[in-house]
């Protein structure tokens, strides 16, 4: 089986700071995804690639970079960090549309 | 645009009693529907998936059927246990010109007591 490794595993940042998040999967999947979960508003995808140097915006990508610099790796930026934010953000991959899709534990963010 | 929408957000319950959670979508694609569930910090973990009309999907004690006339996909279980306290999502995966496109609900989270 294959894993999925989020770095760091929390993250706490300033008030307009610029922050980023490392994702690595070792299943060998084209697609990866960035979704960010926030209590009572359930798993929102940010930003999702469907194959190395591709991007596509989800529904939250506002305020939100992202590259795809290898097939293995996804990395997501927060491009300023907005006061009292606290939220978990989950890397995921799949082989392709509408297979399963696995889960890293996530990077949780506090903004102070 | 797609969505997902579940209903309850919290679903309280006695071990042993059974348990449905509601899941209906919005799409104009073919859809394929799955069920996510995600235990105290731990990553959200597949549990059902579908995308054939009528027809029940099973694993692990829970089951669903895909229902595209009521465009609904409810999670069931006959007898809940202690270990299925923990947070459920429906997800719909749709194939459009982007590529694939995975859509959450808001997740309901179910406590199973003594």
């Known amino acids: 089986g294959g894993i999925i490794t989020q770095t760091p595993k929390f993250l706490i940042g300033q008030e307009g700071q610029k922050l980023t998040l490392k994702c690595q999967q070792n299943f060998n999947h084209d697609t990866m995804y960035w979704y960010r979960q926030d209590s009572g508003k359930g798993l929102r995808l940010i930003y999702y690639?469907?194959?190395?140097?591709?991007?596509q915006k989800g529904d939250l990508s506002e305020g939100y970079d992202a590259s795809r610099e290898k097939k293995s790796s996804f990395s997501l930026t927060v491009t300023s960090a907005q006061k009292n934010e606290m939220a978990v953000f989950l890397c995921?991959?799949?082989?392709?549309?509408?297979?399963?899709?696995?889960f890293g534990k996530g990077t949780r963010l506090t903004v102070v | 645009g797609d969505s997902v929408t579940q209903t309850e957000g919290l679903v309280t319950l006695t071990k042993g009693l059974p348990v449905m959670l509601n899941c209906t979508y919005q799409t104009t694609y073919s859809p394929f529907l799955f069920w996510y569930v995600q235990h105290l910090n731990e990553a959200p973990k597949l549990l059902l998936k579908s995308s054939t009309d009528n027809k029940r999907t099973e694993h692990q004690g829970f089951y669903a059927t895909l229902h595209k006339s009521s465009s609904s996909f409810h999670l069931q279980k006959s007898s809940v246990q202690l270990s299925d306290s923990a947070l459920y999502f429906c997800a719909l995966s749709v194939a459009n010109s982007a590529g694939n496109k995975l859509t959450f609900g808001i997740g309901t989270r179910v406590l199973v007591r003594p």
């Open positions: 690639s469907i194959t190395e140097n591709d991007l």
């Open positions: 995921a991959s799949s082989i392709r549309t509408n297979t399963e899709v696995f």
